[in-house]
């Protein structure tokens, strides 16, 4: 699985000129599923996501002469009871090494990617609570608005280790 993660202050989806989800503050991921993900690819993005430590201690020094506030780097989105919206988006996994237009072959596709998204979720929720995890609406076309804080922005494959 390959994930765009943004600390943000908040964000939404809207489907339709409808709005469909919102988040204050915490994590923005857009999610991308592989051909090759399993179960494993889940649970291991799912304990990353909910231990990944992008927010401040507010209790502690920031330590630096830049105008951080809270010492950066210091808590998860689980310690801050912070929030995620969570957005499926099989174009992480595009290519254009040939030609202009992107290839999209080793996204997964229909009810398999759509499986192992919900288990995602499912095991998002057990860690951060039912009402704190939002989502988008898989397959449909979504505009994505959020304002990232930092900006903090990570990108990571559960097949690469990157992070």
Do not use: C
């Amino acid at each position: 699985m390959r994930v765009v993660v943004q600390k943000v202050k908040n964000a939404s989806v809207t489907v339709d000129d409808k709005l469909i989800s919102s988040i204050g503050k915490g994590l923005m991921v857009l999610v991308g599923i592989s051909t090759s993900d399993t179960k494993d690819d889940v649970l291991k993005l799912s304990k990353k996501l909910l231990s990944l430590r992008v927010f401040e201690d507010m209790t502690q020094p920031a330590e630096t002469t830049t105008k951080w506030y809270g010492k950066p780097w210091s808590k998860s989105v689980v310690d801050i009871q912070g929030e995620i919206l969570s957005v499926s988006q099989f174009t992480l996994y595009g290519t254009v090494k040939k030609g202009t237009k992107p290839d999209f072959h080793k996204a997964a596709k229909g009810e398999g990617a759509k499986e192992l998204y919900n288990i995602l979720l499912e095991e998002l929720r057990k860690g951060l609570g039912q009402e704190k995890v939002r989502d988008g609406e898989f397959g449909a076309m979504m505009d994505v608005a959020l304002v990232n804080d930092g900006p903090v922005t990570i990108v990571w494959d559960t097949q690469e280790n990157t992070l």
